[in-house]
């Protein structure tokens, strides 16, 4: 029998006669939080505190809050609303709803000593009118890009970034005073640089570990309106002191033809200077030019997804496919990568790029990709190990290194554009993806033709 996250991620599945699920949402009547927060007291934030991009999954739906813990900051120890628009901290919480955040997590004494604790939320109703029943897990991919955008900034200043994805959902949502279509997906731990916590941290800041929710068993019947908010009471930790903490990385050589990447085009100083004066990206999705890549840039934009933390959620269960179409001395084709080796390993022989262009809904945003970069995982596997929560997870390290993508991309005048809707049994065919594989997330790069 499926776990429930197989099943899910099934019915979200673009069909071109059929977009979206039978079940009726009914969002005209779920009540939205108001997040003004009048007359609580505001903090303004300098240009050198928080993310200073949207990020790249998120289509300009504003489908992430974010929400801080901070402690010897700036501000007043206490619980915070990032008002992105106004870019102020608001004022929600004391003492008593930092120890009520804390309590939601296994590792209670390590986040209790980080001095910022930023807490992720997802946004239903932002995203429901796009995406239908696949919104639950795009909200996940544009919560891991805002993780990856935020803890960019973080180490740029020197910070001690460490992705936390286990606590109890409930709890913190009560912490926050959240709706019932508002989700906490995720968190992380900022310490700064000499600090003694972050130094002996969980995990040496590899993002290697992530816990199991085997134990919980998913409730009959439910409230929610919708099979997503269904899958986010499957994957929800109850009881932390049932958690089991998980390591898998794999880092051994793949089958068939190694392809070692270069060196990074610039130092990583270069990465963490150059992101502070990044232009936003356009909102406009423009069409490709037709390039062939040196083969510096190709290697540095698959490179620089190392920046922040290659396994940050998912214990090294994605798996990563890059397809390459036209890349100076690199064979077209269809590759695994592995970060740990720096290296490429051929899966299929060249593909042909008018079929890789017909595999999405929206052809005309493909044309004249330079390479593309598929994440993929087995959810059988991965729920295995890790429970149904494996399936946040997944979702969440893809969209982590989606935004890693974007960023290096751009920092070589170049573009990497997530593609939301593909005939994905049609892309795992070409491509030679295993059956029992499901495609998470596909980012396509190229130059848009204005900046060519």
């Given at each position: ?172 949502a009560v912490a926050l005073g959240l709706g019932r279509t508002e989700i ?109 890549m040196d083969l510096d840039d190709f290697s540095s934009i698959l490179r ?149």
């Amino acid at each position: 029998m499926p776990f429930y996250s197989e099943t899910y991620h099934e019915s979200t599945l673009y069909a071109p006669r059929s977009v979206g699920d039978p079940i009726a949402l009914h969002w005209e009547e779920v009540p939205i939080a108001d997040r003004r927060y009048r007359g609580a007291k505001r903090f303004p934030l300098g240009e050198s505190k928080l993310p200073l991009h949207a990020p790249v999954s998120a289509d300009a739906l504003d489908s992430v809050a974010v929400y801080v813990v901070v402690r010897n900051g700036s501000v007043p120890d206490g619980v915070y609303y990032y008002d992105a628009e106004s870019r102020e901290l608001v004022s929600i919480g004391s003492k008593q709803a930092m120890s009520a955040l804390v309590d939601a997590f296994p590792e209670k004494e390590f986040v209790s000593q980080a001095d910022c604790l930023y807490v992720f939320v997802g946004m239903m109703e932002r995203a429901v009118w796009r995406f239908r029943e696949a919104a639950y897990r795009q909200v996940q991919m544009d919560v891991g890009s805002a993780c990856a955008n935020a803890m960019l900034f973080a180490k740029s200043r020197g910070e001690r970034v460490f992705p936390v994805g286990a606590f109890v959902d409930d709890a913190v949502a009560v912490a926050l005073g959240l709706g019932r279509t508002e989700i906490p997906l995720a968190a992380m731990a900022v310490f700064r640089e000499n600090s003694a916590a972050g130094f002996n941290s969980l995990d040496e800041g590899m993002g290697e570990f992530a816990y199991s929710n085997r134990n919980e068993v998913l409730e009959p019947g439910t409230r929610y309106p919708a099979r997503f908010l269904l899958q986010n009471r499957a994957e929800c930790i109850c009881d932390v002191g049932g958690c089991v903490k998980i390591r898998r990385v794999a880092t051994k050589a793949l089958p068939g033809e190694e392809f070692p990447l270069a060196p990074a085009k610039f130092p990583n100083e270069y990465f963490f200077r150059e992101i502070w004066f990044l232009r936003p990206r356009s909102a406009a999705l423009r069409p490709f030019a037709a390039m062939t890549m040196d083969l510096d840039d190709f290697s540095s934009i698959l490179r620089w997804m190392e920046m922040g933390q290659i396994n940050a959620f998912g214990a090294g269960l994605l798996k990563v496919w890059v397809v390459v179409f036209d890349a100076m001395f690199v064979y077209p084709g269809s590759y695994r990568y592995v970060p740990v080796r720096k290296s490429l390993y051929m899966q299929a022989g060249k593909l042909d790029v008018k079929k890789f262009v017909k595999c999405f809904s929206t052809p005309e945003q493909a044309q004249n990709t330079t390479f593309a970069v598929i994440f993929t995982a087995d959810l059988n596997e991965a729920c295995n190990l890790l429970g149904e929560r494996a399936y946040r997870y997944l979702n969440l390290n893809a969209g982590f290194l989606a935004e890693n993508l974007d960023m290096g991309a751009r920092l070589l005048n170049k573009n990497a554009r997530p593609l939301h809707f593909a005939y994905q049994e049609s892309l795992k065919d070409l491509c030679g993806i295993p059956v029992g594989e499901s495609i998470l997330s596909t980012v396509v790069v190229g130059k848009d033709v204005s900046s060519h």
